[in-house]
């Protein structure tokens, strides 16, 4: 498949995305043989309004054009987009540094399934201590949702935060409550210990179920959805 610089303008070249993912184009992509300017000029329209048009997308999308950007992270920048590790990858993360340093209180063994993680894994990622993560979710009521999780080495708080911040939502990791967001306080902390302790009882593999919520209407348990993370 080629492409023209002047065939074709942004709304085409959005509305072509899925053709180019189906093609074996999106392959090159993800394999990193696709020059950057012909990567960066095929994304623009995404990369332009990032959170907003990503969110439009169905999760399998979403998970290929973050790994795309991942294998071409200037050009993302380019456009002031930061594509972060996978949350769940993080979350995973976090847990095992911080399980690390509190071993001697916590003698449980910490094991989580790395192979029912559906993102492609980039080489070196599960070494590293990962501080920060993102993930694209839908909620119990069928909105999509960005989740982003940060944590600062020493700091006594993680953080999550999420887009677009429209209304309440509840976060469940592993079905447990986590926090609660919402447009007023779309950023909030918790203590390292509530979310170390809220991970361990991840039996192999950790989930994220995001619960919207509205003035008239009853949650849902959490144990009746299922996480859905590109």
Same mark, same amino acid.
């Given at each position: /498949?080629?492409?023209?610089?002047?065939?074709?303008?942004?709304?085409?070249?959005f509305e072509s995305f899925p053709?180019?993912?189906? +093609?074996?184009?999106?392959?090159?992509?993800?394999?990193?043989?696709? &020059?950057?300017?012909? #990567?960066?000029? %095929?994304?623009?329209? @995404?990369?332009?309004? $990032? =959170?907003?048009? /990503?969110?439009?997308?169905?999760?399998? *999308?979403?998970?290929? $054009?973050?790994?795309?950007?991942?294998?071409?992270? !200037?050009?993302?920048?380019? $456009?002031?987009?930061?594509?972060?590790?996978?949350? *769940?990858?993080?979350?995973?993360?976090?847990?095992?540094?911080?399980?690390?340093?509190?071993?001697?209180? =916590?003698?449980?063994?910490?094991?989580?399934?790395?192979?029912?993680?559906?993102?492609?894994?980039?080489?070196? #990622?599960?070494r590293s201590f990962l501080k920060?993560?993102?993930?694209?979710?839908?909620? !119990?009521?069928?909105?999509?949702?960005?989740?982003?999780?940060?944590?600062?080495?020493?700091?006594?708080?993680?953080?999550?935060?999420?887009? &677009?911040?429209? $209304?309440?939502?509840?976060?469940? %990791?592993?079905?447990?409550?986590?926090?609660?967001? +919402?447009?007023?306080?779309?950023?909030?902390?918790?203590?390292?210990?509530?979310? *170390?302790?809220? @991970? /361990?009882?991840?039996?192999?593999? #950790?989930? %994220?179920?995001?619960?919207? *919520? +509205?003035? =008239?209407?009853? /949650?849902?348990?959490?144990g009746d959805l299922q996480s859905?993370?590109?």
């Open positions: /498949m080629r492409f023209s610089e002047n065939k074709l303008n942004p709304e085409e070249l053709d180019l993912l189906f +093609s074996s184009f999106r392959n090159q992509m993800l394999l990193g043989k696709v &020059p950057a300017k012909t #990567v960066q000029r %095929i994304l623009e329209p @995404l990369l332009t309004d $990032f =959170h907003e048009l /990503m969110l439009q997308l169905p999760p399998y *999308l979403q998970t290929d $054009f973050e790994n795309i950007l991942r294998i071409y992270p !200037d050009v993302a920048e380019r $456009f002031g987009v930061r594509i972060k590790p996978p949350i *769940l990858e993080s979350l995973r993360s976090f847990a095992e540094y911080r399980f690390k340093l509190g071993s001697s209180e =916590h003698p449980a063994n910490l094991e989580f399934d790395q192979a029912a993680e559906p993102q492609q894994k980039l080489e070196g #990622v599960k920060e993560g993102q993930g694209f979710f839908t909620t !119990d009521k069928g909105s999509p949702v960005s989740i982003e999780f940060f944590y600062s080495e020493g700091d006594d708080c993680a953080s999550f935060e999420y887009r &677009p911040s429209k $209304f309440e939502i509840k976060i469940y %990791i592993c079905g447990i409550y986590a926090t609660t967001l +919402s447009p007023r306080t779309p950023k909030q902390k918790i203590p390292v210990n509530d979310l *170390l302790g809220i @991970l /361990m009882q991840c039996v192999r593999e #950790v989930t %994220i179920t995001i619960i919207e *919520l +509205s003035p =008239h209407s009853k /949650m849902r348990l959490p859905n993370e590109s």
